[in-house]
């Protein structure tokens, strides 16, 4: 068995490799027909541009999309720089440089890649999703009889920021940096997921589309895992079929489908503040144009975060969500359940949970509302400020960096639950609810507690609960996402999820100690 792990390992190391050579593959080259396509498509109107981009790309082959993407840029530039000069501004080019490059290059369908998608798509998602699953399998056997074990999670180089760690987060890192940056570098890799955005939504694949697919795929392969791992334990059965679930058919395929019918791309799971931009002019706008249909999303986003979450909140906690159905909490639970323990539990960290989580979630409100206002009243700024300029730097800090970049990319180092904890806005406005108005707490019995420390290792989001469960009180804290794990790992039975009546749900409890307790009087109290 393994012996056969090692041999998944090279397959999975062999299409990985692929993968990332990719970036630097491939033969460029802009014919005059697609020219004229592409300055058709985009409506270019200035002469500046145009004579750049015939004297310096057009006929010219690159070798690669980064050669390829500095031509672009630079004829870009000079062309803007020029207009500006002149005060021109109904020839300058907005789009972003690298969307710019990235829209042109893409459209060329050229290069071995793009010619032999299928072939490349094997020799990367085939290999990896095969070596995954080779390497995941054996443990069916290797782990023994059901149950969940610490095997040596804090030995590894892999999960106990080793070097291994710190490759998969420098990895991680730059894959999202060129996602969401520099999508002209990473257009190989998007044509391989071409013909499967064909079938879906009848058009081309975008970054956007091999993010979700990838998404999807990470999150089925490491679903296996979860099911090998806590295969004695229901609730984590349930729960991980559940957020696989909501993420292939919510997130990535009925938006799809949605877009092979001419509807708006709607995922009818994201609840606001997390879906930040529901509120932006342009998203209202395209609603309200949609008909019927539109209005009827526009209700249901509403519905979503005014009702339906609270409702679901005070009955199951804020699990429902984070740990159910969020395509976020599904990803953490999935290919970051092996670094959960590297969770910080430290007292700083708590408060700088506190400030930053509830920090976000103001930040969104003041957007929307400013937002709201420009729509209503026609204005561009409030009290002096861009409404444009406050969503521009929302989605760059928040939308980007903090939940992609920072949320995902930084599992290996500081755990898998950095955006959920410190970021995301919709777990703040879950968890206040939580800690105020809910029925879920988990109760602990403290005579059985033996203080291993398990429960707290594994908490991804930095609760001390072996200090709760050594006084035998519930645990009712506005960041816990009920992912049963502690309950899962505990060796006695202390911890159990529950939903109880409000009174009594908060039960602070001193420690007892030596022999200065009258149990009678104790009992006769309670």
Known sequence: MKTLQQIGLGIFLTGLAVFVSLLFVGSYKLTPAQFEEVIQSKGIQSEVFLSEFNNQIVGKSFSNSHAFSAALISALDKANATHKKEREWSKVIWSKPNSFAYDIIKSTEAGVVAKNKALFWWLTFGLGILGALLFILPNVVLLGPPGIKNNGIWHSKATNRG???????????????????????????????????????????????????????????????MYIKYRN??????RTTSVLFFQIVFAFLIPEILVRFE????????????????????NLKQLIAEGGFGLFILVWGIVLTLVVVPVMVYFFGKRWYCSWVCGCGGLAETLGDPYRHLSNKSLGAWKLERWMVHGVLVFALVITGFTLYSYF???????????????????????????????????????????????????AYLGI??????????????????????????????????????????????????????????????????????????????????????????LNKK
């Open 163 to 225: 070097w291994i760690g710190w490759m998969t987060f420098l990895f991680l890192v730059g894959f999202y940096i060129l996602l969401y940056f520099y999508p002209n570098y990473i257009v190989n890799w998007v044509y391989l997921v071409d013909p499967i955005s064909l079938k879906l939504s009848g058009n081309l694949a975008s970054q956007w589309f091999l993010y979700g697919f990838l998404y999807c795929v990470v999150m089925t392969v490491m679903a296996v895992r």
């Open 233 to 238: 334990n229901k609730y984590q059965t349930l």
């Open 263 to 282: 509807r708006p791309w709607y995922d009818f799971k994201n609840a606001f503040p997390l879906d930040y931009d529901f509120f932006f002019s342009w």
């Open 377 to 427: 009243s026609g204005a561009s700024s409030v009290i002096g400020i861009k409404t444009q300029s406050l969503q521009d730097t929302y989605g760059f800090l928040i939308g980007s960096v903090f939940a992609g970049v920072i949320g995902t990319g930084f599992y290996p180092i500081f755990g898998n639950r950095v955006w959920c904890r410190f970021g995301c806005p919709l777990a």
């Open 433 to 522: 609810v939580q800690r105020f108005k809910s029925r879920f707490r988990i109760t602990t019995n403290g005579g059985q507690c033996i203080s291993c420390g398990n429960c707290s290792t594994y908490c991804e989001q930095g609760i001390d609960v072996r200090a709760y469960a050594q006084k035998g009180e519930n645990i009712v804290r506005s960041s816990c996402v009920g992912c049963g794990i502690c309950s899962a790992i505990c060796p006695r039975g202390v911890l159990k999820l529950e939903n109880g009546p409000e009174k009594g749900r908060i039960n602070p409890t001193e420690i007892l100690l030596g022999n200065d307790v009258d149990l009678v009087q104790l």
